[in-house]
Each structure stands twice: as structure tokens, then as C-alpha cells.
């Protein structure tokens, strides 16, 4: 029914347009960190933990702590928190859009069809005085267009979209190892500070006893006033520390309450204690050549300098020519059973040329800035990588700092508890006064309140590691460039 004479001839021109080069910039690739370890040699000589070198970190890190009330509400977190739901459909939609870009190279075929009602003034035909009557019209038939891309202009261009695809991808992934973090340290300061208010509380009992001890030598007269005063004043003074632990105690579970996406008002944490945890005995540590595969935020700056890369090719094509192909058929009729004959049949096949010829210099300029632009990406992605050197060799060296703290820690706690048992025991059969009890029960409520806090370091350095490797699973697989 339809002359098919200008796609005939749109098909034969396509495989000499699609032969074309594409202009594409060569540009300095960033490269690959040579490095072997992340510190110097006998930094790492106290850490504890064995380091299981060239083993990538499993998505679940945190499962490496065995706390199965930490699972649960690392669970939660990553079902109900906002934060990550919106950048998880920030990346949705930049994949869309990376896809609707790929869809812009294809040829764009359409359908059309109009109908109307005309009438052409006398004036229409000139000096003849003739007029036609009113009529009605009706057309249909399809059309195509499409840009054979001579230069690389489109083609570019869908590569910078699906290069921010890939960015949204990697951030999201970035936003899933942060809560994921946030979520491992926020649960283990709700437990260091339930462990410490414990340990407070305890103080406080042994203060209450010894003064009920003092007051009893006071009553039979083997004790003066000052003991009993100094025995209160303690006890206010450890009394006094209860509020701002209680503070601690709150802020902790309302942070943990909005990572999970709960109402602080309508939410309750399980009771967490370190003890909850286990630290692992074997560490698994990538490889720093491997650390930009794994990290998002080194993926994120990597797609980011892939996009400046495309930006600066289509720069680099907007200089030269673009040619736009059409072309499209009729069926015209003035009834609607007139359109299916064949004398009713009209077509167009056209092609478009523009050129820059002056622009006043703007399209160099726009080409200079996306290299400049190319280069500060560059520069971004080689400090990207290098912070994350740094940040894996801190959480190392602090991990086997605290392993020397713990330790330290463990048998200063050992010896205050043996201390102030010996001078209770002393106290009761007068061989010592109040002064030298109470300068063992500090020594002792100091020592415990360290082990706690060393203990609580320790873990949260260990996460900080775990995070500082980078590793996230993949929720989604971005547009390939």
C-alpha cells in the first residue's frame, strides 16, 4: 500500500553514516596504586588479631562481632531507614535516565494521524477569484527521524548519563556501608554505656555500704564524724555521675532509634552489653591494589571521572558538524476511505546539516573548561584513594593500640579489685582508716570504668576497619559504559 521509497533510501545511507569516526578524548587515566601494605613495618607488632591479607571483607561485615541482636537491627536499619531509601531511588532514577539516553542513538519512528476542517480565503489563488468550498481532511502515516552521531557528540554524551548512573550506584552503596557503620557504632555505645552505668551503679552501692560501715563504727565510737561526712561525700559524688550517664544512655537510643527509621518515642532497644560481642580472631584485610575495586566512594569518584571524561567528548564533537536524517509517508485524503488508496500516498525525505562556523570562541572555551574539569576529577579520584589508604592504616594502628590498652587495662582492674577487697577487710578490724578504703574504691571505679571504655574502643575500631575496607553488596548493577 505505501511506497516504501524514502526508508529505501534512509537504509542505504545508514551503514555510510554509522561508519563514521567518533571524535574521543584521550585523556590521563588515573593509575593503579603500586603500594604493598597500608603502614610501615612494626606498626601492627601488639595487634592481637591475625590479618588474613588479600581476602575481601564480606558484605556483612558486621556479622563478624557474632551478635545476633545486632544483626537484627542492622536488619531493621537497612529495611527502614530513609536516608538510604532515598538514595537508593536517586539511584533508580539516574539508571532510568541512563537508559532513556540510550534510547536518544536509536532512530525515533512515530505514528501520525490528523484530521481537520479547512476553509482557503479567495485571496489564497490570486487575481483568479476563485475559492474552494470548506472541506475536511485526514492523514495518516509514520515518520522517522534519527542522527547518525558523525562525531561522537550523542554517543558521548549517553556515556557521561550512564557514568552518573554508575555514580548514584556507587553513592548508594556508600549511603548502605554508613548506615551499616553508624548502626554497628551507635549499638555499641548503647552497650558501653549500659556497661558503664552498671559499673556506676555498682560504685554506688559500695559507697552506700561503706557508710553504713561508718556509721556503725561512729555509733561505737571506733569512728569519727569526719569519716562519716567523707564517706556521704562520696557517695554524693558518685551519685552525681549517674545523670549524665543517663543522658548518654538516651542520646544513644534515640540515634539508634531513627537509623532503624523509628520515632525515639515509639521505639525500645534490646539491652545491649559489650559482652553481646565477639571480636573475630582473624581479620580479612584487602590487598591496597584491590581497595579502589572495593570502596564506593573511590567506585564513586572513578564513574565521576568517567563522567568528566564523556563531558569533554562531547565537547570535543560539538566542534564539528551534526547531521539529522528525516523522513516520513502520507496517506491524504478528503474522506477517511480515501486514505486507503493508493493515489492518496505522499512522503518526505530530508537531511539536515549544521555547522559552526563563528561562535565567537565559546566552543574552544566550553572544550578547555571540561578538560580543566577532567582534571580536577582526576585529582579528586588520586586524594579519594589516597584518604582511603589512610583511614584503613589509622583503624590497623589504633586496633593494636588497643590491644595494649585492654590488656593494661584488664590487670589494672585485677589489682584495684584485689586492693580494695584487702583494705575492706582491713577497715572492718580497724587496721586501716576511711581515707585509705576510699582511695581503693576510686582506684577500683576508675580501673573498671577503663576497662570498659578501652573494651568499647576497641570494637569501634574494629568496625571503623571493617567500614574503612569499603566493601558493600551489590543492591543493584549499574548501566555499563
Given at each position: 500500500m505505501f511506497n516504501e521509497s524514502p526508508f529505501k533510501v534512509l537504509a542505504i545511507l545508514t551503514p555510510f553514516m554509522l561508519s563514521a569516526c567518533s571524535i574521543s578524548p584521550e585523556l590521563k587515566t588515573p593509575a593503579v596504586p603500586q603500594v604493598t601494605t597500608y603502614t610501615h613495618e612494626g606498626e601492627l607488632v601488639s595487634l592481637d588479631q591475625k590479618l588474613s591479607m588479600g581476602n575481601r571483607i564480606a558484605g556483612d561485615w558486621w556479622s563478624l562481632f557474632s551478635s545476633k541482636p545486632l544483626d537484627s537491627l542492622i536488619r531493621q536499619a537497612i529495611?527502614?531507614?530513609?536516608?538510604?531509601?532515598?538514595?537508593?531511588?536517586?539511584m533508580k532514577q539516574a539508571q532510568e535516565a541512563a537508559n532513556a539516553a540510550d534510547g536518544s542513538l536509536m532512530p525515533q519512528?512515530?505514528?501520525?494521524?490528523?484530521?481537520?476542517?479547512?476553509r482557503y480565503g479567495v485571496a489564497m489563488f490570486g487575481p483568479s477569484n476563485f475559492s474552494i468550498p470548506p472541506f475536511s481532511y485526514y492523514e495518516v502515516g509514520p515518520s522517522i527521524s534519527w542522527s547518525p552521531d558523525l562525531f561522537g557528540a550523542a554517543h558521548h554524551a549517553v556515556d557521561e548519563q550512564k557514568a552518573q548512573a554508575a555514580y548514584e550506584a556507587h553513592r548508594f552503596d556508600a549511603a548502605y556501608l554508613t548506615l551499616t557503620g553508624n548502626t554497628v557504632a551507635e549499638t555499641l555505645e548503647l552497650a558501653s554505656a549500659n556497661d558503664e552505668l552498671d559499673t556506676i551503679k555498682g560504685i554506688v552501692t559500695n559507697d552506700e555500704q561503706i557508710l553504713t560501715l561508718v556509721e556503725h563504727a561512729y555509733s561505737t565510737g571506733t569512728s569519727s564524724s569526719t569519716d562519716v561526712l567523707n564517706a556521704k561525700e562520696q557517695l554524693l559524688a558518685d551519685r552525681a555521675m549517674l545523670p549524665a550517664m543517663e543522658n548518654r544512655l538516651s542520646a544513644s537510643r534515640h540515634s539508634l532509634a531513627i537509623?532503624?527509621?523509628q520515632s525515639p518515642s515509639e521505639w525500645t532497644p534490646p539491652q545491649m552489653r559489650l559482652a553481646n560481642f565477639s571480636l573475630p580472631a582473624s581479620i580479612p584485610l584487602s590487598l591496597p591494589s584491590d581497595l579502589a575495586k572495593n570502596r564506593p566512594d573511590v567506585l564513586a569518584a572513578q564513574a565521576n571521572l568517567d563522567a568528566a571524561a564523556a563531558a569533554f567528548g562531547?565537547?570535543?564533537a560539538n566542534l564539528y558538524p551534526n547531521v539529522v536524517l528525516s523522513a516520513n509517508m502520507l496517506q491524504e485524503a478528503l474522506t477517511p476511505a480515501g486514505l486507503l488508496k493508493g493515489a492518496a500516498e505522499a512522503w518526505a525525505l530530508a537531511a539536515s546539516v549544521s555547522a559552526p562556523i563563528f561562535d565567537g570562541g565559546t566552543l574552544s572555551a566550553q572544550k578547555r573548561e571540561a578538560r580543566h574539569a577532567y582534571n580536577a576529577a582526576l585529582s579528586s579520584y588520586q586524594q579519594v584513594v589516597l584518604n582511603a589508604f589512610g583511614e584503613v592504616a589509622d583503624a590497623l594502628t589504633s586496633l593494636a593500640n588497643d590491644d595494649a590498652s585492654v590488656s593494661i587495662q584488664n590487670s589494672?582492674?585485677?589489682a584495684a579489685g584485689r586492693t580494695l577487697e584487702i583494705a575492706m577487710n582491713k577497715y572492718r578490724v580497724g587496721?586501716?582508716?576511711l581515707m585509705e578504703v576510699q582511695n581503693a574504691q576510686r582506684y577500683y571505679a576508675q580501673a573498671q570504668l577503663g576497662l570498659i571504655q578501652a573494651r568499647h574502643q576497641q570494637y569501634l575500631d574494629c568496625a571503623k576497619l571493617f567500614v574503612a575496607l569499603g566493601n558493600a553488596p551489590v543492591q543493584a548493577t549499574p548501566p555499563a559504559n
Amino acid at each position: 500500500m505505501f511506497n516504501e521509497s524514502p526508508f529505501k533510501v534512509l537504509a542505504i545511507l545508514t551503514p555510510f553514516m554509522l561508519s563514521a569516526c567518533s571524535i574521543s578524548p584521550e585523556l590521563k587515566t588515573p593509575a593503579v596504586p603500586q603500594v604493598t601494605t597500608y603502614t610501615h613495618e612494626g606498626e601492627l607488632v601488639s595487634l592481637d588479631q591475625k590479618l588474613s591479607m588479600g581476602n575481601r571483607i564480606a558484605g556483612d561485615w558486621w556479622s563478624l562481632f557474632s551478635s545476633k541482636p545486632l544483626d537484627s537491627l542492622i536488619r531493621q536499619a537497612i529495611a527502614s531507614n530513609h536516608d538510604l531509601a532515598t538514595a537508593e531511588e536517586t539511584m533508580k532514577q539516574a539508571q532510568e535516565a541512563a537508559n532513556a539516553a540510550d534510547g536518544s542513538l536509536m532512530p525515533q519512528v512515530a505514528l501520525n494521524g490528523a484530521a481537520g476542517r479547512q476553509r482557503y480565503g479567495v485571496a489564497m489563488f490570486g487575481p483568479s477569484n476563485f475559492s474552494i468550498p470548506p472541506f475536511s481532511y485526514y492523514e495518516v502515516g509514520p515518520s522517522i527521524s534519527w542522527s547518525p552521531d558523525l562525531f561522537g557528540a550523542a554517543h558521548h554524551a549517553v556515556d557521561e548519563q550512564k557514568a552518573q548512573a554508575a555514580y548514584e550506584a556507587h553513592r548508594f552503596d556508600a549511603a548502605y556501608l554508613t548506615l551499616t557503620g553508624n548502626t554497628v557504632a551507635e549499638t555499641l555505645e548503647l552497650a558501653s554505656a549500659n556497661d558503664e552505668l552498671d559499673t556506676i551503679k555498682g560504685i554506688v552501692t559500695n559507697d552506700e555500704q561503706i557508710l553504713t560501715l561508718v556509721e556503725h563504727a561512729y555509733s561505737t565510737g571506733t569512728s569519727s564524724s569526719t569519716d562519716v561526712l567523707n564517706a556521704k561525700e562520696q557517695l554524693l559524688a558518685d551519685r552525681a555521675m549517674l545523670p549524665a550517664m543517663e543522658n548518654r544512655l538516651s542520646a544513644s537510643r534515640h540515634s539508634l532509634a531513627i537509623l532503624v527509621g523509628q520515632s525515639p518515642s515509639e521505639w525500645t532497644p534490646p539491652q545491649m552489653r559489650l559482652a553481646n560481642f565477639s571480636l573475630p580472631a582473624s581479620i580479612p584485610l584487602s590487598l591496597p591494589s584491590d581497595l579502589a575495586k572495593n570502596r564506593p566512594d573511590v567506585l564513586a569518584a572513578q564513574a565521576n571521572l568517567d563522567a568528566a571524561a564523556a563531558a569533554f567528548g562531547v565537547a570535543s564533537a560539538n566542534l564539528y558538524p551534526n547531521v539529522v536524517l528525516s523522513a516520513n509517508m502520507l496517506q491524504e485524503a478528503l474522506t477517511p476511505a480515501g486514505l486507503l488508496k493508493g493515489a492518496a500516498e505522499a512522503w518526505a525525505l530530508a537531511a539536515s546539516v549544521s555547522a559552526p562556523i563563528f561562535d565567537g570562541g565559546t566552543l574552544s572555551a566550553q572544550k578547555r573548561e571540561a578538560r580543566h574539569a577532567y582534571n580536577a576529577a582526576l585529582s579528586s579520584y588520586q586524594q579519594v584513594v589516597l584518604n582511603a589508604f589512610g583511614e584503613v592504616a589509622d583503624a590497623l594502628t589504633s586496633l593494636a593500640n588497643d590491644d595494649a590498652s585492654v590488656s593494661i587495662q584488664n590487670s589494672a582492674a585485677d589489682a584495684a579489685g584485689r586492693t580494695l577487697e584487702i583494705a575492706m577487710n582491713k577497715y572492718r578490724v580497724g587496721e586501716i582508716g576511711l581515707m585509705e578504703v576510699q582511695n581503693a574504691q576510686r582506684y577500683y571505679a576508675q580501673a573498671q570504668l577503663g576497662l570498659i571504655q578501652a573494651r568499647h574502643q576497641q570494637y569501634l575500631d574494629c568496625a571503623k576497619l571493617f567500614v574503612a575496607l569499603g566493601n558493600a553488596p551489590v543492591q543493584a548493577t549499574p548501566p555499563a559504559n
